[in-house]
């Protein structure tokens, strides 16, 4: 009967340092388009999203956060690699307790057995339009 579809509930960081911001950068290949995405992954069942948002970045970048805030909640209906999406987004703000990953140009992420870079983004650079935020909804928090 196939695979199920269901809504996915994230919790993502805002991380900044001023201007920047700490984006995963990924490609979709089927429209050919850049995207930068706040860190963060899956709430658990059971898990406040909150502990998710702090637990992410940790197994992510072996990094504690501090001062974590909720900004809101969004809802993101997309379509990424030709499938379609539906994720609950808890958004929260975070500022890194170890100062000098402010300094790094990118951040190793580790995520299972995969292992990528996030990168600082200006904001600037993300309105130009290269690399699109996402979810878009995002931009009423920065």
């Given at each position: ?6 809504i ?12 920047r ?43 504690e ?33 170890d ?22 983004r ?21």
């Open positions: 009967m196939g695979k199920k579809r269901r996915r509930p994230i919790a993502i960081c805002l991380i900044r340092q001023g201007d911001l700490l984006l995963h950068e990924g490609v979709d290949k089927v429209k050919g388009t850049r995207f930068g995405r706040p860190l963060g992954g899956g709430v658990d069942f059971g898990e406040p999203s909150q502990e998710a948002a702090i637990r992410e970045i940790r197994e992510e970048l072996g990094a956060i501090t001062d974590v805030e909720q900004l809101g909640i969004v809802e993101s209906i997309y379509v990424y690699e030709g499938e379609p999406g539906h994720e609950i987004v808890f958004v929260y703000s975070g500022r890194f307790v100062e000098s990953l402010y300094e790094q140009p990118s951040l190793t992420i580790t995520e299972g057995k995969r292992v990528f870079e996030a990168q600082w200006s904001l600037a650079e993300l309105r130009s339009g290269d690399i699109h935020l996402v979810p878009e909804a995002l931009w009423q928090f920065l």
